[in-house]
Every structure is written in C-alpha cells, then in structure tokens.
C-alpha cells in the first residue's frame, strides 16, 4: 500500500535536507581569513595583557614631562609652568604648577594599558592651560586632566577631563 505525502512536508522536508546540506559544507570549508580571529582573547599570545609592575624600582627626581610658557609680565620674567613627577607607584605621577607664583599639585594616575606608561603634556585651548594625558597602545593621544589659570588670573585650576578603562582587547575606552 502506498502511501500519500502532503505537498507541505515534501516542500518541508526538502528545505530541511537543503539546510542540513549547506550548514555541513559550510563547516567543513576552509576560508581564507585566519583561523584565530575569532578565538577568545585569553587564547591569543600576541594580545596577551602584562601589568605593570605596582612599584618603582627608580623613581627620577626630576620632571618627566614640562609644559611652560612665559606669561605677560613685564617687568619680571614668570612663567606657567607644569611639569611632571614619577611617584614610587608606577601608574601615579604628581603634577606641579606655576604661575607667576602661584603654586598647586594634583595627582595623575594613568589606567594601565600592558605598556610602560607614557605620560604627555600638550598646549591647551586657553592662553595659559595645559592639557595632560598619555600616549595609548596605539599611540593615539589620550586626555585626562586640564590645567589652566582662571580669566582673572587669581586661580590655578585642574579639572578631569576624561576617565577611562581598559577593555578585554587592552584599548582604552572612555567611561
């Protein structure tokens, strides 16, 4: 005795067997795109992160990085001044300024990004300011903080410009 099939499970059954057939071949083609671009990056020696160590072995007495300009004082020769110290913890250094005597410091700490930190001082936007921040894995400048003097010139200020973390691929990421 024979049997009678809808014609909605054979058009079923052949897209089933269709899609069984194209996911096996899929599978078991090679492609020419690398094999571990999609492997976790715990798996991945050539992204493999290495923290800094948490202290110092030689921390330098003088300034890392300097930023200064000569104000507009007429009769004595000041400047804006803003340099940069290492601190026995490696991913903190301390900021002193200057202007025309007026005096102030500030803590900067850098996120560690796997690379031995680079800490960099830039011009600001303003006439007597400092933007500082760090050169990132890929060499990208990063802002942290702005040190700048008040229109009045009465005050030195040092505001957070931007926070950030590090992700699973060791990038930066603003927060």
């Given at each position: 005795?024979?049997?009678?099939?809808?014609?909605?499970?054979?058009?079923?059954?052949?897209?089933?067997?269709?899609?069984?057939?194209?996911?096996?071949?899929?599978?078991?083609?090679?492609?020419?795109?690398?094999?571990?671009?999609?492997?976790?990056?715990?798996?991945?020696p050539?992204?493999?992160?290495?923290?800094q160590?948490?202290a110092?072995?030689?921390v330098?007495?003088?300034?890392?990085?300097?930023?200064?300009?000569?104000?507009?004082?007429?009769?004595?020769?000041?400047?804006?001044?803003?340099k940069?110290?290492?601190?026995?913890?490696?991913?903190?250094?301390?900021?002193?300024?200057?202007?025309?005597?007026?005096?102030?410091?500030?803590t900067?700490?850098?996120?560690?990004?796997?690379?031995?930190?680079?800490?960099?001082?830039?011009?600001?936007?303003?006439?007597?300011?400092?933007?500082?921040?760090?050169?990132?894995?890929?060499?990208?400048f990063?802002?942290?903080?702005?040190?700048?003097?008040?229109?009045?010139?009465?005050?030195?200020?040092?505001?957070?410009?931007k926070?950030?973390?590090?992700?699973?691929?060791?990038?930066?990421?603003?927060?």
């Amino acid at each position: 005795m024979e049997q009678i099939v809808p014609t909605h499970t054979r058009v079923i059954s052949t897209i089933a067997s269709a899609f069984i057939l194209f996911s096996s071949a899929a599978c078991n083609s090679s492609s020419s795109q690398p094999a571990d671009t999609d492997t976790p990056l715990a798996k991945r020696p050539d992204l493999m992160f290495k923290r800094q160590p948490e202290a110092r072995e030689n921390v330098k007495k003088e300034a890392i990085a300097e930023y200064r300009i000569r104000t507009d004082n007429k009769l004595n020769e000041l400047y804006f001044t803003v340099k940069l110290y290492e601190t026995p913890v490696t991913m903190k250094y301390v900021a002193k300024v200057d202007f025309e005597g007026l005096t102030g410091e500030d803590t900067v700490k850098l996120p560690d990004c796997g690379i031995t930190p680079h800490p960099v001082l830039q011009k600001g936007p303003e006439k007597y300011s400092c933007i500082v921040g760090l050169m990132d894995n890929n060499n990208t400048f990063r802002q942290l903080k702005k040190v700048y003097v008040t229109d009045k010139g009465q005050e030195l200020k040092i505001t957070t410009l931007k926070h950030y973390m590090v992700t699973e691929g060791y990038r930066l990421v603003p927060q």
